[in-house]
RNA sequence: GCCUCGGUAGCUCAGUUGGAUAGAGCAACUGCCUUCUAAGCAGUAGGUCAUGGGUUCGAAUCCCGUCCGGGGUACCA
């Protein structure tokens, strides 16, 4: 049993027993000790003053000796005001250590019969230009936890639903028709994301243009965007695809295949991949048929004008309008109708949409709606919000092209590990092909940790110069400390030398019972698959564990030690924190390589 | 206007259910390659935790006000 609960119950039994008091569970406070005081758990005792009404020092006396007592872990206590520091014996920490290396799935809880199924939506794009940093940040958070919520005991399910139809899709379409020239991926050479992408771009050129023209001979600027021939073209080419007219199904089928091509490409260098695509063409009628069972069943109106809207100023929020005055579905039409297909489709036992929180009241929304309309699970299902990527230079906005593209900045960051490590001299042993994997891991591990290890609610600042840099809190330098402590072991395998599972007549540094004490503090069990802390709580962790190792290791040569049991010890513990701090980095997603 | 999220070192970020003297990295400066691999280590300097009140033994953390910024706010997704 852990050390704190062990403590907590004791202290439990002491307030009983002493004050005759039961405190509630939060009014028992137990912390790590400051690590420059000795001692190593902290029990709070003021709230415990007015019960014993006594001085802070002499009801922590009190506490103190009856914990002592029952805890047989605990070495000895000193008392500082009203802080009640346990010092705990090396016996504890190294029995945890040994528990950390013997067992394979040390700080995970695998699935069984009676896991939840928890779905994850991420990613979610459209399919008119190539993914971008924001969606980079997206695919991360969304794999990662995932993996998260998998080494939590639970099921996962990873979904993308994919907005493949409406009028952004037909714009990519017209201008292809009109200026593409037969252009393919294929007679370019061109990605096939890049290649829509471009004529996104291209369409809105002309339309800009056009529009400037019509204001020019007098019209207004919301009249020139209404009647724009190119915005007419793309409108009438949606109406067909409405209609299931064959060519344009065909272009759009094209196209859209394209698309994926790229993507999947993008997918698979990020690393994250899906366990089933929903696509927004087979679920937006379905959404449609469920808004209007509403309408029948008076849980939505419809006005004159034929538009239908749900009234949800009971709940504190606004009136939503669901279906256009056309009869055409909205966003919130197509996620009902989504949300309808996936729990047909599996027996889901929590649903998180991982989705930038500029869609925080759509969410919220979605919600009310889905309850409203029956389903069980619509006010359960949990939104992981998280903030927008920002740039030195300002907002990213794709029609004025200032997005960072996802594959141009992964292949800069992988030049430019080349690059430093032709300058550092490094991989110099190994055959090209390692060599290019390993700068793939090292690129991916900067850009994925650099991303990862910012708290997800929050806006980040993404800085391209400095998150190529690999030095401090950088994922390089976590994989770097993790290919030195393989070097140890390597040349201790080739040395001869035996670890031996057993941990005997070990002297305890400081530092090194720090270094223990943190290997019991693993955060890869969280309590919710939708922690929104997780994944940065996860990177930081392993930050600080690698940094402490580093420091203290750098200057003790482990392998020129004399055979002894510290040096079986210390082989150990460099060879648990290897591993542990290669399940946290792979809970976001990042490899380990085995040398750099 | 209303709703919502945020503001911590020059910059990028940590900071556990309220705990003891607020921590890292980058940038700047100073040392260290006979070390397990210098993609490293050690050190110096850098703070009115936006701001004013409140709650209490104790507040960066909880509550209220103000200022600044992001996002949303009925026919974009």
């Keep these: 049993m852990k050390i704190d609960q062990l403590i907590y ?42 019960v014993s009404k006594k001085s802070p020092e002499k009801t922590a006396e009190e506490l103190g000796v009856f914990i002592k007592n029952e805890v047989e872990y605990i070495e000895s206590f000193n008392v500082i005001k009203g802080f009640l520091n346990f010092e705990i014996n090396n016996e504890y920490w190294l ?117 400037a023209k019509l204001v020019e001979n007098g019209a207004t600027k919301e009249e020139a965007e209404e009647n724009a021939p190119s915005m007419l073209a793309a409108r009438e080419l949606l109406l067909k695809w409405e209609a299931k007219d064959a060519e344009t199904v065909e272009l759009w089928k094209t ?109 919220q929304v979605l919600a009310v709606l889905l309850d409203k309309l029956g389903f069980g699970w619509g006010k359960d299902l949990f939104h992981f919000s998280y903030g927008m990527v920002e740039l030195p230079s300002g907002k990213m906005k794709s029609r004025e092209g200032t997005v960072v593209d996802a594959d141009d900045l992964i292949d800069d960051m992988i030049q430019v590990a080349r690059d430093m490590s032709a300058e550092l001299g490094k ?33 980040m600042m993404f800085n391209p110069h400095e998150s190529i840099d690999f030095n401090g809190n950088t994922g390089p330098f976590i994989q770097y400390t993790y290919a030195r402590i393989k070097s140890v072991l390597r040349k201790a395998e080739e040395n001869n030398i035996k670890i031996i599972n057993q941990l005997n007549n070990v002297v305890l540094s400081e530092k090194e019972k720090e270094l223990l004490k943190n290997i019991t503090l693993f955060p890869g069990i969280v309590k919710e698959a939708g922690d929104s802390y997780s994944p940065a709580i996860i990177a930081n962790y392993c930050y600080d564990l690698v940094k402490e190792y580093n420091q203290f290791y750098h200057d003790h040569s482990i392998l020129s030690e004399p055979d002894s049991d510290q040096k079986n010890f210390r082989l150990i513990l460099s060879s648990t924190i290897a591993k542990i701090v290669k399940k946290g980095m792979n809970l976001l997603g990042i490899e380990m390589p085995e040398r750099m």
């Excluded at 700080?107 to 994850?120: C, E, F, H, Q, R």
Aim: hydrophobic share 35%; proline share 2%.
């Design 9 to 50: 119950e004791a202290a439990l039994k002491a307030l009983n027993e002493l004050y005759q008091f039961s405190p509630s569970k939060n009014q028992i406070q137990i912390n790590n000790t400051r690590k420059d005081l000795s001692g190593d758990i902290t029990l709070v005792v003021f709230p415990f003053v007015s």
């Design 427 to 459: 991989l110099e042993s190994l055959t090209e092909e390692e060599a290019e994997s390993t700068f793939r891991m090292i690129a991916l591990g900067a850009l994925k940790y650099f991303i990862l290890k910012v708290d997800p609610r929050k806006n």
């Design 95 to 211: 029995v945890n250590l040994k528990e950390a290396y013997e067992k394979s799935d040390y700080g995970t809880v695998p699935a069984g019969d009676n896991s939840k199924l928890v779905m994850i939506e991420y990613s979610s794009p459209n399919t008119n230009k190539p993914l971008h940093l924001g969606h980079i940040r997206n695919n991360l958070l969304g794999y990662s936890i995932a993996e998260i919520a998998k080494s939590n005991g639970n099921k996962v399910v990873k979904t993308n639903i994919v907005n493949d139809r409406g009028i952004h899709i037909c714009k990519s379409m017209y201008a292809w028709l009109m200026w593409g020239n037969g252009k393919t991926p294929q007679n370019s050479g061109m990605k096939g994301d890049h290649l829509v992408g471009e004529f996104y771009v291209e369409f809105d050129k002309h339309y800009k243009e056009e529009i």
């Design 255 to 363: 196209m859209n295949e394209w698309v994926y091509e790229g993507f999947d490409k993008t997918y698979k260098m990020l690393g994250v991949d899906f366990d089933k695509i929903y696509y927004e063409s087979e679920t937006y009628l379905i959404g449609k048929e469920e808004v209007l069972r509403g309408v029948s069943e008076g849980i939505f109106y419809q006005l004159e004008d034929n538009s239908v809207w749900a009234d949800l100023t009971e709940e504190g929020l606004d009136k939503k309008l669901l279906l256009r005055k056309d009869g055409t579905s909205v966003y919130m039409t197509q996620d009902i109708g989504t949300a309808k297909m996936r729990y047909n489709d599996f027996s889901i036992d929590k649903m998180v949409y991982v989705v930038g929180n500029e869609q925080n009241y759509h969410f």
